[in-house]
């Protein structure tokens, strides 16, 4: 049927997820959402927003204005106040408020970095529409000659709709990470802790490996491996936006079926082996100290963190395949992350989020990604005709 063919395959994915859930525990987690999307999809959402900013801008300053344009190029020069106006003052709004500036001062760092972090997304959502618009319009005159209303609404418009379809189905697989605390809480198998832990001990010979790195922790290793950690929030923009901006539609569709199956994958196994991982489950006779990075780590993983969500480990995972991405698209960008994607698995382990197996299982989940995604490489790319954004 013409429909079904119309569907993606990650939109296949996500409808089933979809179901799955409903089936799980029925509509009442959709009843009982509460944002649209949570803190790490917005995060995405507005930093991909700036990214395609970026990328419009850079095609407008590449284009020379036609000749005898003097009088467009005077009035897109005195159009930018105005585009800038809308950002200027919600800045400006954000900087005076009496309330913000004393609760920030009053916070302690873990919770004033996702304040400001908020605050910034709200003053940055609040700007972008306007120079968004005013890149377009100035675009629009330097590849036509001249302005053409009707086509510029035509064309915006449709621009608007294939960017939606494109991202739409990621951005709802990153908010479907908070459901599935009350998906997993709603029907709870038996916690696997247990299991996993003695599955760790027989890969090392009866020896708890959690128990060996205890006699490696150093502070400096441990501000490493906790940034690494918890650069994972900030890769997704990374490199989305990297590929969105240098490597075209075929690039950008296959990275979201990657990783946006591997995700919805990662969520199912939550509900059916539930895991809280060594560090809700056990204690250490050793602390683990982050004199800088702690904050900020609390602020971008440890508050946002669900209960069961360790088998398999999805920041293994999905490190390994945003540097296979940028491997084959973003070649640069790979050597800059790849210190980041070695030290993911070691990180998982020894800041005690997740045991051996929990690693093991997100690499082989990356494998499986890997060669599903080689399968369906032309079905992915969609039709040649289609405009690469």
């Known amino acids: 049927m013409r429909w079904a063919r119309a569907i993606r395959p990650l939109e296949w994915a996500l409808l089933a997820f979809v179901l799955f859930v409903l089936l799980r525990v029925g509509p009442r987690v959709f009843l009982e959402w509460r944002e649209l999307a949570g803190l790490r999809t917005v995060t995405v959402f507005f930093a991909l927003a700036m990214v395609g900013l970026i990328d419009l801008a850079r095609r407008y300053r590449a284009l020379p204005w036609p000749d005898g344009a003097v009088g467009p ?85 449709a621009g608007l709709g294939r960017l939606l379809r494109e991202w739409t189905p990621l951005l709802l697989i990153l908010s479907a990470y908070a459901w599935m605390d009350a998906v997993v809480q709603g029907h709870l198998a038996p916690e696997q802790d247990a299991l996993m832990a003695s599955v760790d001990r027989a890969l090392f010979g009866g020896v708890d490996p959690l128990d060996l790195l205890e006699k490696l922790i150093w502070t400096p290793l441990s501000e490493w491996l906790a940034f690494a950690y918890s650069f994972y929030a900030i890769l997704y923009p990374l490199v989305l936006g990297a590929i969105f901006m240098f490597a075209g539609r075929a690039a950008l569709r296959e990275s979201f079926f990657i990783l946006g199956v591997a995700l919805l994958v990662g969520y199912v196994s939550y509900s059916l082996i539930p895991v809280k991982g060594p560090l809700l489950t ?99 790319a969609g039709p040649a005709e289609e405009p690469a954004r």
Not at 82 to 90: E, F
Not at 121 to 128: H, S, T
Not at 306 to 333: A, E, N
Request: proline fraction near 5%; include cysteine.
């Open 73 to 157: 190029q005077r009035l897109q020069r005195l159009l930018l106040p105005l585009a800038l106006l809308p950002l200027l003052g919600a800045a400006f709004a954000a900087m005076t408020n009496p309330s913000l500036r004393d609760g920030v001062a009053a916070a302690r760092p873990a919770q004033a970095l996702p304040m400001l972090a908020t605050v910034a997304l709200r003053v940055v959502g609040f700007g972008l529409p306007t120079l968004v618009l005013w890149a377009a319009l100035g675009l629009q005159v330097k590849e036509k000659g001249k302005l053409d209303a009707r086509r510029y609404l035509v064309d915006g418009l």
């Open 282 to 380: 056990r204690t250490f006779s050793v602390s683990l100290d982050y004199y800088l990075i702690g904050p900020v780590k609390e602020a971008l993983m440890d508050a946002t963190r669900i209960t069961w969500d360790c088998f398999p480990s999805m920041h293994t995972c999905c490190t390994v395949l945003m540097g296979w991405c940028c491997w084959r698209h973003v070649r640069r960008l790979f050597w800059a992350i790849l210190p980041i994607v070695v030290s993911m698995p070691v990180a998982c382990v020894y800041l005690r989020y997740h045991y051996v197996i929990d690693v093991l299982a997100g690499l082989a989940l990356a494998a499986a990604m890997i060669a599903v995604t080689a399968r369906f490489r032309a079905q992915l």
